[in-house]
């Protein structure tokens, strides 16, 4: 009696050149950065009156408008659709765009920010589950050892602990939200290897500026609020001036960064190290808005840092699938 047993490498960030891993670092890390600005851009915004939703409506549906724009007074022919694309563009832009961002913020009306935040970003766990279960792929101990200390660290700079309470419906929505940023994550890693990026994110924004706008018109949001002035780390600046620089900063630029990562590194590398966006949000809002930072704060940051980079270096080590032949041995 023989057992065939085969192994076969895959495409990844650990059978690329290092040059090209780094590129990929330095994107993620990029759109990390990008992302983390919204809460400190947006949140003055919000004590001017608006609500989250019609936030949301704006970002979106200006950064759809001027990638729409841009790409197709320079790039026209990457708006050209084949009808196979369809569903996952459709899934990017619904899910990945849309649902995320809506989901997000029906947690944080019902459960503490912290609280939503740590669920959302289960994401990377989420993630490496389906890469191991479902695609098969042998993943590193090193790479769950690393995720494990990025999620603490992410408990620790969020302070899940303050002010938790039990509310089921909240708890549902911040799952949710957790299960499409996953499918983000996995989403834009195979649109990017059959359509090219700027053309993914355009029209994945496109479908969920559509969306969204459905629940809340953009054009709906209040002209005297959009008008007024707010104070923004000590100037007085006008609200839409905000809103603008985080549709074109936090959410053009950074889903465009994002998904540019994922040419050059795993869906379940990118996905970790996105992690760093909240220890960009609360740095940014003690520097800007003032917001205190706790020492508990700082340590997690350290923590979740740590975690991104043992993911990151345990990347490299090789991996394998799990062909039929190693999960149904041949007799």
């Not at 944080?108 to 766990?125: C, D, H, M, N, Q």
């Amino acid at each position: 009696m023989t057992t065939t047993v085969t192994t076969q490498p895959i495409t990844s960030a650990t059978s690329q050149p290092s040059t090209t891993v780094t590129r990929g670092t330095v994107l993620i890390v990029l759109a990390s950065i990008c992302f983390g600005t919204s809460g400190p851009l947006v949140k003055p915004a919000m004590d001017a009156g608006l609500s989250p939703q019609q936030v949301v409506s704006f970002r979106i549906g200006l950064a759809a408008a001027l990638l729409l724009v841009f790409v197709a007074a320079t790039r026209p022919k990457l708006l050209r659709l084949r009808r196979s694309d369809l569903p996952l563009l459709l899934g990017y832009g619904l899910v990945g765009v849309a649902l995320v961002q809506f989901l997000y913020f029906a947690a944080v009306s019902r459960i503490p920010i912290g609280v939503a935040l740590l669920l959302e970003f289960t994401s990377p766990v989420l993630v490496a589950l389906w890469v191991r279960f479902v695609r098969r792929v042998i993943l590193p101990a090193r790479m769950w050892v690393g995720t494990a200390l990025a999620l603490v660290g992410l408990a620790m700079v969020a302070e899940v602990w303050q002010g938790l309470r039990l509310d089921a419906l909240g708890l549902l929505f911040g799952v949710a939200a957790a299960l499409c940023a996953a499918a983000y994550f996995l989403i834009g890693e195979r649109g990017v290897s059959t359509l090219p990026a700027l053309g993914l994110v355009t029209w994945g924004m496109v479908i969920g500026a559509v969306a969204v706008a459905v629940v809340a018109p953009p054009w709906s949001l209040p002209g005297d609020i959009m008008a007024s002035d707010t104070d923004f780390g000590g100037l007085t600046v006008p609200v839409w001036t905000l809103l603008v620089t985080c549709a074109v900063v936090s959410t053009a630029m950074a889903y465009l960064l994002s998904i540019s990562a994922m040419r050059y590194l795993p869906a379940n590398v990118v996905s970790v190290i996105a992690l760093c966006e909240p220890i960009v949000a609360i740095t940014l809002a003690w520097l800007v808005l003032g917001q205190a930072l706790t020492l508990v704060q700082v340590l997690g940051a350290g923590v979740l840092l740590v975690g991104a980079t043992i993911v990151q270096l345990a990347s490299r080590k090789p991996k394998v699938v799990l062909t039929e032949d190693e999960v149904h041995p041949q007799v």
